[in-house]
């Protein structure tokens, strides 16, 4: 959203990851998040409406270059031992998820805006936008 703080950084940093030939995964969650956000009138003065969010979903999600991601088999397992040896809280599951649904896809790098919410997990590069 042309609101949101980092948006142009965010921006940038899609456009060089796709001019330099690295594909662009979304997972589920993440989309799921931006359908959240994006809506919320306590995060925006004008947040989007679900219609026209869900327009922006679709279009991500359907992208020619997105590499879509859901979890898989193997996701709620490794997600339960990563809580468990990282030691991690009820406030972590979210992010564990989603770190455990990357490492299942293959996906080994991570944009986000709070990279130290990732860095426990290695198998991780977090690239913070």
Not at 63 to 86: F, K, N
Not at 89 to 108: H, Q
Request: aromatic content about 6%; glycine content about 4%.
């Amino acid at each position: 959203m042309t609101g949101a703080p980092r948006h142009a950084a965010a921006r940038k940093l899609v456009g060089s990851e796709i001019a330099a030939g690295r594909p662009i995964a979304i997972t589920l969650q993440v989309l799921w998040e931006f359908l959240h956000v994006v809506t919320d009138p306590r995060r925006f003065v004008s947040p989007m409406t679900m219609t026209a969010a869900l327009v922006v979903a679709r279009a991500l999600w359907d992208a020619p270059d997105t590499r879509r991601v859901s979890p898989g088999p193997r996701t709620a397992h490794r997600t339960l031992e990563l809580l468990q040896t990282r030691r991690l809280g009820r406030r972590r599951i979210l992010d564990t998820a989603l770190a455990a649904t990357l490492e299942e896809a293959g996906v080994r790098r991570l944009a986000t805006f709070n990279r130290k919410d990732f860095e426990v997990f290695s198998f991780l590069e977090v690239v913070e936008v």
